[in-house]
Every structure is written in structure tokens, then in C-alpha cells.
């Protein structure tokens, strides 16, 4: 799949989405996916670090228990969330905006505080077909999203 260039974020959260607790699958990659490996951490795998062979990281994804969930309070209007990303490090708030986004129920919609421009999620989002909205704001930026 990454080698014909296909980003497989979607598949794999799809195939542990499917996960019963205490089931499990072998993700095998040619890079260490640390963003990915925090998302499905927080949405309650557990990974564990397999031998690698051939040069290929294995990880075993094995369902534990159901992700975490947040309710924050939004000062914005017509937002149904809202999230203060600016002190995490990329890629955490990029993650954090997508699991929020995919917990939404469709039409609402997701608010979050950056201090970067988060030009690889606009991207994302944009080819999924999710209305994004960008602006600055008290030397940073808000991004509002909305599930469609």
C-alpha cells in the first residue's frame, strides 16, 4: 500500500475499529509509525513491538478496551467541541483533531486552537471531503472542521 503511494492511516484504524477486546493483527510497515501507533494507543490498543525482519517494523495491534473519550466546553458558536492544541508537539494535534472528528456525529462540528499552520491535515481532510475553515487568531490559528 505505501509503496504504491497510498496513505493507509484509514485502513488500519478501519481493521482496528473492527477489533473485538482481545483480539488482535499484525501491522507490518517499513518505518517505525509512531503518530499512528499513539492514535490507536489512545483509542484503547495495545501495541507491541515484534522482531523485525527483512528491515519491516511488526507491531501486534491488540484491542483492549474502548478509546477515551473528552468533553470540552466551546466558546465558539455553532461548534460542538472544541480543543487547545497549541502547547502539543506535530503530530499530536493533527491526531487529536482527526480522532475528535471521527467520534462526531455527522453535521457537527470540531473546533480546535493551533499554533502552527496544520498544512498536512487541511490536506488530509480536504481529500476526504471535510469542510475545513482556517483562521488566525491571537498569534496562532483555529481550525473548525465539520464531519460531513
Excluded: W
Aim: charged content about 25%; overall charge negative; some cysteine.
Amino acid at each position: 500500500m505505501i509503496e504504491n503511494g497510498n496513505d493507509p492511516f484509514e485502513t488500519v484504524v478501519s481493521a482496528f475499529d473492527r477489533l473485538t477486546p482481545g483480539e488482535s493483527f499484525t501491522l507490518v510497515v517499513p518505518f517505525d509509525p509512531k503518530p499512528l501507533i499513539a492514535f490507536l494507543s489512545r483509542r484503547g490498543a495495545k501495541p507491541t513491538l515484534l522482531q523485525n525482519e527483512r528491515g519491516d517494523v511488526r507491531y501486534l495491534i491488540t484491542s483492549e478496551a474502548q478509546p477515551r473519550t473528552e468533553n470540552r466546553a466551546c466558546p465558539y458558536p455553532n461548534a460542538d467541541g472544541v480543543m487547545d492544541l497549541r502547547n502539543l508537539e506535530p503530530p499530536e494535534p493533527m491526531l487529536q483533531i482527526l480522532e475528535a472528528l471521527e467520534k462526531a456525529p455527522t453535521g457537527k462540528t470540531v473546533v480546535a486552537l493551533l499554533s502552527r499552520t496544520p498544512g498536512h491535515l487541511i490536506t488530509m481532510l480536504e481529500r476526504r471531503g471535510v469542510p475545513v475553515k482556517l483562521e488566525e487568531k491571537d498569534g496562532g490559528f483555529v481550525i473548525t472542521v465539520t464531519k460531513p
